[in-house]
């Protein structure tokens, strides 16, 4: 049994008793398992909320928009706790090439006032605020504490943790695995069998400090109005995007980018983040802002078709443990599926402690919930749209047809008579190589997904 | 025009790291000899796999994301042995 967590974890089986130190576990305290935790506390179950990092969000990195509805259930009138930066009320969606721009650029003020849309905020605010409210309706949380793996029963069931503490098996009714992106836990109970794996995006980020007033006026905002830009086209080719969102007096600028189609182009991540700070469009943005933190995290991004089981013997699996991040081109949420992930295993660990089978049988009411919910609803409705984004067409050829095609539109040639606009889209997907046949075939796909 | 990109030091700087003792991530130069795209000199976003000139590669853990992009992107058969750091210990962002 090694003492450390990894994907090279394996299981200990221990004599179970009925007996049990807690009714349940939940590895994580990111979203998913804070509100794992509180809604397995409010029901007056005892829980205990692991977390390896030194506090919540220590070791976790975002965007950082969270959209915060989900959270309707959770906390009444949660607007005027969540620790916000900046309310977003304009949002743009930017795709580019090393010269050229092409934004369409929405802003409603319906988004600066309660309920709200989406919100920026740091991981260390928002992480530690979740946590502080699992434990406030009587959850322990655990910092500094890896689980290192899963205890079992000599029939296979999980029956609680292994952890770094001296003394450190947990035992528990129930195990709420909300690890994150890299889910040794679920790969260890066997979640994963037969599921394609290696589904990662890795996101590297800057956060800029630059003074309130400059970042009201650069991105046209007031009070505490933010700005939430989504790239694309801005990865040299490789499949990923870019993003550039508000904070109040700091800007949180990065890239997400395919890990394995870096070394092919002889880049790193930091030098796409560079890239994009120089580009005409975004470099009047950012100038003179000083780096605060540089960091970087995986995303799951291969959506419904690489999502684990969610439900064993005593074993349930939530958020990007379970890749239910939504990260597809201008889309990047994970956190309002990991909240409502987290709530709903949560309430089924309490439905299964109620009539005292957690077994998978009795924790079946964790998938219904899920099904019946934005959760996997909004998964399987886009389970083709990470293909489609991250797609050669969507990555390289459509940004820049489109810039070409607006440049075509706007620039002036006389003596030239100008060109029809059907003339105009033809010349222009012919000079991209791009035929008809794809571009219906895409549309068709997109609106498959989104009608 | 020029363009003031700090020096990736400068990067790595500005992350707090409560550096444990044990390695938690440790690389097998045997594999590394052999291996032909060395992904993770690319993909590391905290450039930790430094190439050297006997064609191995020079590892140091101690400013490590514990983001798992290595392990992802590495092909070489146990090339690397890769495990969280323990409890408390190891990269503390901020913000995040
Ligand atoms: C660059 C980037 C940009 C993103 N942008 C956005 C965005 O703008 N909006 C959005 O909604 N989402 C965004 N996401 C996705 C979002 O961050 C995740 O979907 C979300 O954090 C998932 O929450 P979670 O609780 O499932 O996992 P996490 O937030 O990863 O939490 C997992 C927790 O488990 C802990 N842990 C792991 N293993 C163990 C163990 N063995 N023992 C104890 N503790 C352990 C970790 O320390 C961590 O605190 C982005 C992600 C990235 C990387
Ligand atoms: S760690 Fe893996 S990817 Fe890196 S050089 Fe060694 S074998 Fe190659
Ligand atoms: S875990 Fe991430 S930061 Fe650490 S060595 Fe691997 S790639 Fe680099």
Redesign the interface.
């Known amino acids: 049994m ?1 003492e ?5 974890t394996t299981s200990t089986v221990v004599a179970a008793t009925p007996q049990r130190a807690v009714d349940v576990v939940v590895v994580g305290a990111g979203p998913a398992g804070s509100a794992a935790a509180l809604e397995v506390a409010r029901a007056g179950h005892s829980v205990v909320l692991l977390e ?4 919540p ?6 965007g950082g928009v969270v959209y915060g509805r989900v959270l309707d259930e959770l906390v009444p009138r949660w607007w005027e706790q969540m620790p916000v930066q900046r309310w977003v009320t304009r949002r743009s969606t930017m795709i580019m090439t090393p010269t050229q721009a092409l934004t369409v650029d929405f802003r409603t003020q319906a988004w600066a006032g309660p309920p709200y849309n989406g919100a920026t905020a ?3 605010d928002l ?1 530690g605020w979740l946590a502080g409210l699992a434990e406030k309706e009587g959850a322990v949380l655990v ?4 689980a290192t793996g899963l205890l079992r029963d000599t029939a296979g069931a999980i029956v609680g943790v292994r ?3 001296p003394d450190g098996d947990l035992t528990a009714k129930v195990v709420i695995a909300c690890d994150g ?2 889910s040794f836990l679920a790969k260890e109970a066997g979640m994963f069998a037969g599921k394609p794996t ?1 589904h ?1 995006t ?1 996101g ?1 980020k ?2 800029l400090r630059l003074p309130r007033s400059v970042i009201d006026e650069r991105f046209g905002v007031a009070g505490q109005d933010g700005v939430d830009i989504e790239i694309l086209g801005c990865t040299r080719g490789i499949p990923g995007g870019g993003f550039v969102y508000t904070n109040l007096d ?1 800007l949180s600028v990065g890239v997400v980018v395919d ?2 189609g ?2 092919g182009k ?5 030098e796409l983040v ?1 890239d994009l ?2 580009h005409p469009a975004i ?1 009047p943005l950012v100038r003179g802002g000083e ?8 995303i799951p991004e291969g959506g419904y078709d690489t999502m684990p089981e969610l439900v064993g013997d005593g074993f349930l699996v939530a958020g990007d443990a379970a890749a239910m991040c939504l990260a597809a081109g201008i889309w990047l949420e994970g956190v309002n599926f990991a909240l409502g992930a987290g709530m709903y295993a949560g309430r089924a660990a309490v439905d299964a402690l109620k009539v005292g089978d957690t077994s998978k049988t009795g924790l079946a009411s964790y998938r219904r919930m899920l099904d019946e919910s934005f959760v996997l609803a909004d998964h399987r409705k886009l389970r083709r749209v990470p293909g489609l984004v991250l797609g050669q067409r969507m990555q390289e050829s459509y940004p820049a047809m489109l810039c070409d095609l607006a440049q075509g539109l706007f620039h002036v040639d006389n003596p030239q008579p100008k060109p029809g606009l059907l003339k105009l889209v033809r010349r222009t997907l012919k000079r991209h190589g791009i035929r008809t046949r794809d571009v219906v075939s895409d549309a068709l796909t997109g609106v498959r997904s989104f009608g | 025009m020029t ?1 003031d ?2 020096a ?1 030091d ?3 700087s ?2 707090d790291f ?1 550096v444990a003792r044990r390695p ?1 991530i440790t690389v097998n130069n045997e594999v590394c000899r052999s291996c032909r ?3 993770c ?3 590391c ?3 930790l796999f430094v190439p050297t000139s006997d064609g191995g590669i020079l590892f140091n853990y101690e400013q490590c ?5 290595c ?3 590495c092909s070489g058969q146990g090339a690397l ?4 750091p ?3 210990h ?7």
Request: glycine share 10%; hydrophobic share 25%; aromatic share 12%.
């Open positions: 090694p450390h967590a990894g994907p090279g390896r990092g030194p506090y969000g220590s070791k976790n990195v975002y740091h991981r260390s992480d910092p500094s504490t890896v952890t770094d503490r992106v890299n290696g990662v890795l590297v800057e956060t700091s890990p394995h870096l070394a002889r880049l790193r991540p930091e560079a700070k120089r470099e780096l605060l933190e540089y960091s970087a995290h995986l | 363009y990109q700090p990736f400068d990067h790595m500005t992350v409560e938690h795209t060395t992904d000199v690319y993909a976003p905290a450039k994301f514990e983001c798992g992009t392990y992802q992107v042995s890769w495990t969280y323990d409890g408390g190891g990269v503390a962002f901020r913000k995040g």
